[in-house]
C-alpha cells in the first residue's frame, strides 16, 4: 500500500498514515471487510517502526474504521457507521478552510463560491 | 575455547611481539661474537640488558599511553565483548610473563654449550690481584685459577658457570623492572609526571651504583660484578621476594585493569 | 533502586560523573528507557551523551547515583549479560590488523546466538569484501563492519553511538532499513538506544525521544508527543498592537512590527485560541520537525 509518509514534515508519522487511511476507507479505495496489511509487513513496505503502524491502525479501531480479528489480522470494519457528520465536517475543514480563505482573498462573496461548488458537485458526479 | 581464542586475538594485536622475538633470536649469536669479558671496565652485554628494557619501556609505556594496552587493539572492543576481564588479563599478563622468559631461557641453553667466561686478574697491585682473586674464587661455584704458560704475571680465573648465573641475574633484574613499570603503571597511571620520570632514573642505576660502591680494595670489581656475586650468596632470598612481589603486583595490576574505566 | 521498573530496559537515577579538575559531564542525569522500540537520544556536543552513553555501556562508573540495565549494573556485566547487549562505538574501536573475515569468526565465538547468515548477506549488501583489513577500510565502512558485528549478537539491546555519522545518504538509508528489520523481526524483543546528529534519521525510525543538555536530561517523551506539542504559532493582526505580548512558557518569542513569532508548548489548543482572543489577535500554527523542536529547545 503506497501511503506518502514524511517523517520530517512535523506531523507526527502515525497521524499522517490515519488521516491517509481514512480517507482511503471514505472514498472506497479499502473496500469494507478488506483485509488490511498486517503490522510487520506495511512497516517494511513503508520503512517505518512497527510501533507506528501500530499506533495508526490503533487509532483506526479506535474511531471504529478497523477491526482486529485475533489469529487473522486487521481488517476494514465491515459493519462501521458511516462518518458523523461531525467526523466529515472535521476531516474536510481544513480543505474548506483553504477555499474560503483563497476566496475571501480574490474578493469572491459567499454566493459565487458556493455556485462554482455546485458546479463541480455536477461535474464529478455525473 | 575462548582462552585459545584471546590467546590468538592478543598474539594478533601485539605490534611487538615480532620485533621483539626476532631480536631475541639473533641478538645471543652476535653478543658471543662480541663478547668481551665480564668486568664493566670494557662495555659490557649484561649492562645493555637493562638498557633494553629501558627503551622498550619508553616504547611500551608509548603504547600504553595510547591505547590504555600494551597491544594496539582498544580496550573498549574487548571490555564490550562477552569475556571476564580477569580472563583478559591473565592471558595478556601470562603472555607478557613468557615473552619475558623466553629470551633468558635461550641465553641460557646458550651459557650451558658457551666456553667458561675467563676473567684476567688485574696486575697493577698485588693487594687488588689477591682480593679480586678471592671476590671471583669465593663467589662463582667452579671458578679455577689458570696459571699462563710461560710464567708471566697474568693470570687468569675461568668462572664455568657464571653464564648461568649472570643470566639468573638478568633474568631476575628484568623482572623486577617489568614488576615496577606494572605496578607504576597501574598504581601512579600513566599521566603522572613521576612515572615518567622513572624511565629516566633507571638507567642511572648503575652509574649511581658504581659512585657509592665502596669495596675500593677489590679495584676492578664493577658494581654490576658485585651484585651479581651478591645474588649467589642469597638465591632463596632473592627469589622468595622477586615471588612475593610478583603474586602483589599481579592482584594489584589485575584489580586495577578489571576495574578501569574507558574514556 | 526505588524505580526498578520491569518495563524499562535502561534506568539510570540521579546519576553524576565528573572529569579532570571539577568538571561535571552530567549532573541529576535520570533516564527511563522502555522496552521494545527505539529511543532517540540527542543532545549537542558537550552535553555529556557520549559519557552517559558509556556509563550505559558499562565502560564508565557513575559519581554517584545509580544505573540499571537489564536491571544489573552494567559495570559489573557477567559474559552473559555482555551477550544480550550490543554496542557500537563513536570511535573507530575494531582491531585494525584483523581481515574482515577473521574479525567475525572471532567475534561469533563469544556470542552463541550468533546470526551468520545476516552476517553474510549484509556484507553482501553493503559489498565489503572479507579479505580486506579493517584499517585499509574507509571510515564508512568500518562502521558498518561495526554494525553488522553488533547486529549478528541478536541483542536485546542495541547501543548505538553515532551509527551513521560518516555514511553517505544510500548507506544511511539501508542502516536505517536493518534497524526496522531488527525491530521487526524481533518483534518487541529488541530495543534500540541511538544518539545521532541526523535528526532525520532519527524522525523516521524512533519512538522515543530524549534530549540531554548540560548534563541533564531534558526532555524525554515520546516521539509523537514532542511534534504534537510543540508548536510554532504565529500571531497576527492585533487589535491594539504587537507590544507587550507574551505568551507564557514560550521557549522564544520573535517580535515583528505587528506579528509575533513564538515557539512553545502547545498541549491544548483552547489555550493558544484564548490567548489570541485575549489581545485581540489571529494566530496560526505551525508544525516543526525534530531538527527545528531541538534547535528551539536547546538554543531557549
Request: aromatic content about 12%; charged content about 20%; some cysteine.
Amino acid at each position: 500500500m503506497f501511503l506518502h509518509l514524511n517523517p520530517q514534515s512535523g506531523e507526527p508519522v502515525y497521524r499522517q498514515m490515519v488521516r491517509q487511511l481514512k480517507q482511503r476507507i471514505a472514498t472506497g479505495q479499502l473496500a469494507d471487510g478488506q483485509q488490511l496489511p498486517s503490522v510487520r509487513d506495511l512497516s517494511a513496505e513503508l520503512h517505518v517502526n512497527p510501533l507506528t503502524v501500530a499506533k495508526a491502525y490503533q487509532f483506526l479501531e479506535r474511531d471504529g474504521l478497523v477491526e482486529f480479528r485475533r489469529g487473522q489480522g486487521t481488517f476494514v470494519a465491515a459493519d462501521r457507521d458511516r462518518f458523523s457528520k461531525a467526523q466529515q465536517q472535521k476531516l474536510i475543514a481544513p480543505a474548506v478552510a483553504q477555499v474560503v480563505s483563497e476566496a475571501l482573498h480574490l474578493g469572491l462573496s459567499v454566493g459565487q463560491l458556493q455556485q462554482l461548488i455546485r458546479q463541480y458537485y455536477a461535474k464529478q458526479q455525473s | 575455547m575462548k582462552t585459545w581464542l584471546l590467546i590468538k586475538h592478543e598474539l594478533k594485536v601485539t605490534f611487538w611481539i615480532m620485533p621483539y622475538v626476532a631480536f631475541w633470536v639473533i641478538w645471543p649469536p652476535v653478543f658471543s661474537l662480541i663478547h668481551v669479558g665480564f668486568s664493566l671496565s670494557a662495555p659490557s652485554t649484561a649492562t645493555f640488558y637493562p638498557l633494553i628494557v629501558m627503551f622498550a619501556g619508553v616504547v611500551f609505556f608509548r603504547e600504553f599511553w595510547k591505547n590504555k594496552n600494551l597491544s594496539n587493539a582498544p580496550l573498549e572492543f574487548l571490555f564490550t565483548l562477552p569475556v571476564r576481564r580477569r580472563q583478559i588479563f591473565r592471558v595478556k599478563s601470562s603472555l607478557l610473563a613468557v615473552s619475558l622468559l623466553v629470551p633468558f631461557l635461550g641465553i641460557f641453553a646458550y651459557n650451558l654449550t658457551q666456553p667458561d667466561y675467563k676473567v684476567q686478574l688485574p696486575y697493577q697491585t698485588a693487594e687488588y690481584r689477591e682480593n679480586s682473586k678471592i671476590f671471583y674464587l669465593g663467589n662463582f661455584a667452579g671458578a679455577r685459577l689458570e696459571k699462563a704458560d710461560d710464567g708471566k704475571n697474568e693470570n687468569y680465573i675461568h668462572l664455568p658457570s657464571a653464564g648461568n648465573q649472570i643470566t639468573a641475574y638478568n633474568l631476575g633484574y628484568v623482572w623486577l623492572l617489568t614488576l615496577l613499570f606494572y605496578g607504576a603503571t597501574f598504581g601512579l597511571g600513566w599521566r603522572n609526571p613521576f612515572y615518567f620520570m622513572l624511565f629516566v632514573i633507571l638507567p642511572l642505576l648503575w652509574p649511581l651504583g658504581e659512585l657509592f660502591f665502596h669495596e675500593r680494595l677489590v679495584h676492578k670489581i664493577s658494581f654490576y660484578e658485585y651484585s651479581v656475586a651478591w645474588l649467589g650468596r642469597h638465591w632463596l632470598g632473592y627469589w622468595a621476594v622477586l615471588l612475593a612481589l610478583t603474586v602483589i603486583v599481579y592482584h594489584f595490576s589485575a584489580r586495577k585493569f578489571i576495574n578501569a574505566e574507558v574514556r | 533502586m526505588q524505580n526498578n521498573n520491569p518495563e524499562n530496559i535502561i534506568e539510570a537515577l540521579n546519576v553524576n560523573r565528573y572529569f579532570g579538575a571539577g568538571n561535571l559531564a552530567l549532573g541529576n542525569f535520570t533516564v527511563s528507557v522502555p522496552r521494545g522500540g527505539v529511543y532517540g537520544f540527542l543532545g549537542r556536543n558537550g552535553a555529556g551523551k557520549t559519557t552517559a552513553i558509556k556509563i550505559i555501556a558499562g565502560l564508565l562508573r557513575p559519581d554517584f547515583g545509580t544505573v540499571r540495565v537489564l536491571g544489573k549494573d552494567p559495570f559489573t556485566f557477567t559474559p552473559a549479560d555482555r551477550q544480550r547487549v550490543g554496542y557500537m562505538s563513536e570511535k573507530q574501536i575494531l582491531p585494525v590488523n584483523y581481515r574482515v573475515g577473521a574479525l567475525v569468526k572471532f567475534c561469533a565465538a563469544f556470542y552463541p546466538r550468533w546470526h551468520h547468515e545476516l552476517v553474510a548477506q549484509l556484507l553482501g549488501k553493503f559489498n565489503i569484501s572479507c579479505q580486506r583489513k579493517i584499517g585499509q577500510l574507509s571510515q564508512g565502512t568500518q562502521r558498518q563492519v561495526a554494525f553488522i558485528l553488533a547486529l549478528a549478537q541478536r541483542p536485546e539491546l542495541l547501543i548505538l553511538d553515532e551509527p551513521a555519522a560518516t555514511l553517505d545518504v544510500v548507506a544511511r538509508r539501508e542502516f536505517l532499513d536493518e534497524i526496522l528489520r531488527l525491530l521487526r523481526d524481533a518483534d518487541g524483543g529488541t530495543t534500540v538506544f541511538i544518539s545521532s546528529h541526523i535528526l532525520s534519521d532519527i524522525e523516521r525510525i524512533a519512538d522515543h525521544i530524549g534530549i540531554i543538555a548540560g548534563g541533564q536530561l531534558i526532555v524525554s517523551e515520546p516521539l509523537d508527543d514532542l511534534a504534537e506539542s510543540v508548536k510554532k504559532i504565529r500571531f497576527h493582526s492585533f487589535n491594539n498592537g504587537a507590544a507587550n505580548f507574551a505568551y507564557p512558557g514560550a521557549y522564544r518569542t520573535i517580535s515583528g512590527r505587528d506579528e509575533v513569532l513564538v515557539t512553545a508548548r502547545v498541549r491544548d489548543p483552547l489555550t493558544v485560541a484564548q490567548c489570541a482572543q485575549r489581545h485581540g489577535a489571529s494566530y496560526e500554527i505551525q508544525d516543526l520537525n525534530l531538527e527545528d523542536i531541538f534547535y528551539e529547545i536547546s538554543t531557549r
